[in-house]
């Protein structure tokens, strides 16, 4: 039987639900020094589908809600690495 959700955990969802959090791959892009490649392995793209966000023609593409999230969370670990308890980097299967 599923565990049955606290006050404090509902919070949370609501929170999340409501979070305003994203990054461009303009943005992520300018601020590291990455390749469309690895913008692409981030969101799970095609290197195609990458360089098409980049594009200033009438046959760009433009990131999902979901990619925008991607390269925010990925901006916030690369912000806050060497921040995170190592018990969580071994949750997250991250390696020193």
Request: charged share 20%.
């Amino acid at each position: 039987m599923p565990r049955k959700l606290t006050i404090r955990e509902f919070q949370l969802i609501q929170l999340y639900s409501n979070w305003e959090f994203s990054m461009t791959p303009i943005q992520f892009y300018a601020k590291w020094g990455v390749s469309y490649e690895q913008i692409a392995l981030i969101c799970s793209r095609s290197d195609s589908t990458v360089r098409g966000w980049f594009r200033n023609a009438n046959n760009r593409r433009y990131p999902s809600h979901n990619d925008l999230l991607h390269l925010a969370l990925m901006d916030f670990l690369l912000e806050h690495f060497e921040e995170i308890p190592e018990q969580i980097l071994q949750w997250l299967h991250f390696h020193k």
